[in-house]
């Protein structure tokens, strides 16, 4: 009595069949070749895998954002005489506000909107907002900056005075802090005398310095 033979056992049995009827020696320089061609397939992967790594670490980092341009040219500015009132001293001497320059101190530091800076304008010298409207300077604002020494230096460096930083000229500007409702805020102001004078750039290092230099007056 025979048994069937299934199927998968057929397969089998045919596929060792084939292999007994391929040469040795074909079998053997089929090994060969495989062995020869591996290291080939290992190089490849390695490449491959070199590739990722540096595509990972050494991605190509996006180009800075061009720094903005802040320069302010006095020169093309032609301010008029100081005017009486509200008046504007810098160390008693009359001054027009030609520039004012606000930026907000820190990376997340915000100014309030243009509307609402007239409490903004009067914690830095009382009466500021007044001299604001009626000397109409040109009001800048700059993006939020780091420290207030780096602001000072960049204020003074991009709105230079004429001269020798303004001396013997009727140019005079100051750059430093201020406070406004608990918020650090930055300052650089640019004036215009009556007559030429021997100031030149003060630096703010605390808000109340403000009010060592500059003092509104009022005339009825």
């Known amino acids: 009595m025979s048994w069937p033979i299934s199927e998968p056992s057929m397969i089998v049995i045919s596929f060792q069949h084939v292999l007994q009827m391929i040469p040795i020696s074909f079998l053997e320089e089929a090994g060969q070749f495989m062995m020869s061609f591996w290291p080939i397939v290992a190089i490849l992967l390695l490449i491959l895998v070199l590739l990722g790594v540096r595509s990972i670490f050494f991605r190509r980092r996006k180009p800075p954002l061009p720094e903005p341009d802040l320069r302010i040219d006095l020169e093309s500015l032609h301010p008029e005489p100081p005017p009486e009132s509200p008046g504007l001293e810098f160390f008693g ?128």
């Open 93 to 220: 001497l009359p001054v027009r506000l030609v520039v004012l320059v606000l930026a907000p101190a820190g990376r997340e530091g915000v100014l309030p909107p243009t509307d609402q800076r007239h409490e903004l304008f009067e914690s830095i010298v009382p009466g500021l907002a007044e001299v604001v409207q009626v000397h109409r300077p040109l009001l800048v604002t700059w993006p939020p900056q780091l420290s207030a020494q780096g602001f000072i230096h960049r204020y003074f460096q991009n709105v230079r005075l004429p001269g020798n930083q303004g001396r013997g000229t009727p140019w005079c500007s100051a750059a430093g802090p201020a406070r406004c409702s608990g918020q650090l805020f930055l300052v650089g102001m640019t004036c215009y005398a009556v007559r030429p004078n021997h100031f030149s750039q003060e630096v703010i290092q605390h808000e109340g310095d403000w009010y060592r230099l500059f003092r509104v007056t009022f005339r009825s």
